[in-house]
């Protein structure tokens, strides 16, 4: 309890607190249900955001391939809502009712039994947790534990995206190929294409994103968080201090790889299909830009720069359909050169400065009246103002009499 009331009364926690006003009231209020699961779609990135922050920013670990947990958690979920949507009523025109279409197209006539276990939702949300999780301690260990790191590390996580690309793409007939799993309709029943259905979704999808802020902030702030950053700045100190350096990036990597695999199963929800597109090189760059220019050690930061870059992407590609890629190219690195530390650095070097000016000068002005009020004197009379004198002579004189005689005392 002493542990959650110390986190609540931190500096960062008034940041949170604004996000939240913003995602829970401002944007339900103000944008139309397409426009908010627009931006549903766009804060699922920013859980790949805030994973980044922890692995780049706090451990000093840069991963390439963060789309490789965000596609695989997409696909998990992406896998319960085909089944469900492949039942053989749906399906009869199909030479083999009851599979996926892509499946019947490919000449399969009975479902893969490593699908069977996907009709299960429990099994489905915990394969989005778990596998992912299983890749990234695989990769992790496996490289760490040899101390392989920096650019080295950076350019294997894009080679595994690389790798997992040409898998998906190359199985057709059991992952959709090219075009992915679409025509996601229903999860237990429930239309999630209905305006209501999007508007659900959206908060969950915040409240999730919330909670994973908080629940990393709680890390930070904890002895690992410290833990994480003594070995991003003297890894070999904290090496020769007895810990297992190797296990604490793991732990790191891992965290990154289970926040992205919820964004994406996030994304396949609120957005309907999930695709190779989303697993690659390029989208894995995209997710490190989020990072950067939210700030890549501000949580809340990251989920701005989400926002902001992802923003620029539809304004862009909407407004400028020729030159949009040019203008986003553009747009980061006029940010990056302007801000270094991001948006959260911005706010670092220049806001907050300027709030704590302000603070300390109605600190100075309300001590400067305070000594004025204290330097008065005490006594009554010498308070009582001076229009009130000659009141008190006349009174002094005596009772005015008749014919303006005034009266004067034996």
């Known amino acids: 309890m002493n542990a959650l009331k110390s986190l609540l009364m931190r500096p960062s926690t008034g940041s949170i607190l604004v996000l939240a006003a913003i995602l829970l009231v401002v944007f339900p209020l103000t944008l139309d249900i397409f426009r908010l699961n627009l931006v549903g779609k766009y804060l699922t990135y920013g859980f790949v955001a805030i994973g980044l922050v922890m692995l780049w920013g706090h451990a000093g670990i840069l991963s390439l391939g963060q789309g490789v947990f965000f596609g695989l958690g997409g696909y998990m979920m992406a896998m319960f809502l085909k089944l469900e949507a492949s039942d053989p009523e749906s399906t009869k025109i199909q ?15 009975e479902l893969p039994l490593w699908w069977e276990p996907f009709r299960s939702l429990p099994f489905a949300l915990a394969a989005v947790i778990l596998v992912p999780a299983i890749l990234a301690f695989v990769i992790g260990f496996a490289m760490f534990k040899r101390r392989v790191g920096g650019v080295y590390f950076a350019i294997i996580t894009q080679a595994v995206a ?5 898998l998906i793409i190359g199985q057709q007939g059991y992952t959709g190929g090219v075009n992915g799993m679409t025509d996601l309709k229903t999860m237990l029943g429930w239309d999630i294409r209905e305006d209501g259905s999007k ?8 409240g999730l994103l919330l909670a994973s802020i908080l629940a990393c902030r ?6 690992l968080g410290t833990l994480l950053l003594a070995m991003r700045d003297k890894e070999d100190r904290v090496r020769f201090s007895g810990y297992d350096v190797a296990m604490f990036k793991v732990f790191a990597f891992v965290l990154a790889a289970i926040l992205a695999a919820i964004g994406g199963a996030m994304f396949t929800l609120q ?18 830009i989020f990072a950067a220019v939210g700030g890549r050690m501000s949580l809340v930061g990251a989920v701005y ?14 407004s400028f359909p020729d030159l949009w890629l040019f203008l986003m190219a553009a747009l980061f690195i006029g940010v990056t050169m302007a801000f270094p530390n991001g948006l959260a650095g911005l706010v670092e070097s220049h806001l907050k400065p300027w709030w704590r000016r302000r603070r ?15 330097s008065w004197p005490d006594q009554p009379e010498s308070r009582v ?15 005015k009499l008749p014919g303006g005689i005034s009266g004067q005392r034996a």
């Open 199 to 206: 508007l659900i979704l959206y908060y969950v999808c915040a």
């Open 218 to 223: 709680w890390i930070q702030s904890s002895k």
């Open 162 to 166: 690389l790798i997992l690309t040409v």
């Open 385 to 399: 103002p001076a229009a009130s004198a000659p009141a008190s002579a006349a009174g002094a004189a005596g009772p």
């Open 305 to 318: 720069g989400a926002l902001l870059v992802n923003f620029g992407k539809t304004y862009f590609s909407e």
């Open 271 to 288: 957005v309907g299909f999930m695709s190779p597109s989303f697993v690659g090189i390029v989208p894995s760059i995209e997710m490190v």
């Open 95 to 109: 030479s083999t009712p009851g599979i996926p279409d892509f499946m019947d197209w490919n000449q399969l006539t």
């Open 360 to 374: 300390a000068q109605r600190a100075e002005q309300a001590e400067r009246l305070a000594a004025a009020q204290a």
